[in-house]
Nanobody
């Protein structure tokens, strides 16, 4: 059973930075894509950033240019560097990983979530 454990959330002022980490219990090389979702109050969960096994990245428009996703396969860890934070970034952030077992069959793994609060 794969476990994902996030850390790095907290309270920060507008314009500040935070770095989220997500440590996997196994090798993240086996995941075809990993990323971060967030859940803002009253809204649906949204994909913030993702990175594939070939290091191709994608970002939500709302964070493009401010957030950077990366992965360190040697540490089985992925990161989300968040800069120039604003109150609209306040949310619970979830680490996510997708593993493709056979063509057409994949499974999603989730972390427990970490709260990020940006004060104005």
């Amino acid at each position: 059973q794969v476990q994902l454990v996030e850390s790095g959330g907290g309270l920060v002022q507008r314009g500040g930075s935070l770095r989220l980490s997500c440590a996997a219990s196994g090798s993240i090389v086996s995941f075809n894509v990993v990323g971060w979702y967030r859940h803002r109050p009253g809204e649906q969960r949204e994909l913030v950033a993702s990175i594939t096994s070939s290091s191709r990245t994608q970002y939500a428009d709302s964070v493009q240019g401010r957030f950077t996703i990366s992965r360190d396969n040697s540490k089985n860890t992925m990161y989300l560097q968040m800069n120039t934070l604003n109150p609209e970034d306040t949310a619970v952030y979830y680490c996510w990983a997708n593993r493709l077992y056979v063509p057409g069959v994949s499974y999603d793994y989730w972390g427990q979530g970490t709260q990020v609060t940006v004060s104005s």
